[in-house]
């Protein structure tokens, strides 16, 4: 059974950084796209970001962001911890939301597309205030 536990969240100013980590177990991790989703408060969830999977050691992960969050966030896996990571900066306050890290069920390369993806995991708030 995949299990997906995410971590890192909380609050911080404008203009502050965190990094989210998401652990996850019950399959092979680098034969899986992982990806970023964020639902705020009366809002609908939205992408955030997507890293490929990496299952030979000569392909190179493929990223893709969201407009909204390009420059400003880093998704990034370390298939050795199983771990994929979303790296936060110069945070505004309208990315306050809970963030959700998913993996598809096959093996998609880049899917963006929120039923591209099956398994999720709990969600970890992050808060920005100005």
């Known amino acids: 059974q995949v299990q997906l536990v995410e971590s890192g969240g909380g609050f911080v100013l404008a203009g502050g950084s965190l990094r989210l980590s998401c652990a996850a177990s019950?399959?092979?991790?680098?034969?899986?796209?992982m990806g970023w989703f964020r639902q705020a408060p009366g809002k609908e969830r939205e992408f955030v970001a997507t890293i490929s999977w990496t299952a030979r050691s000569w392909i190179s992960a493929t990223t893709t962001y969201a407009n909204s969050v390009k420059g400003r966030f880093t998704i990034s896996r370390d298939n050795a911890k199983n771990t994929v990571y979303l790296q936060m900066n110069s945070l505004k306050p309208e990315d306050t939301a809970v963030y959700y890290c998913a993996t598809p069920l096959t093996s998609a390369r880049v899917p963006v597309r929120e039923d591209e993806y099956h398994y999720w995991g709990q969600g970890t708030q992050v808060t920005v205030s100005s």
């Open positions: 019950g399959r092979t991790f680098s034969n899986y796209a």
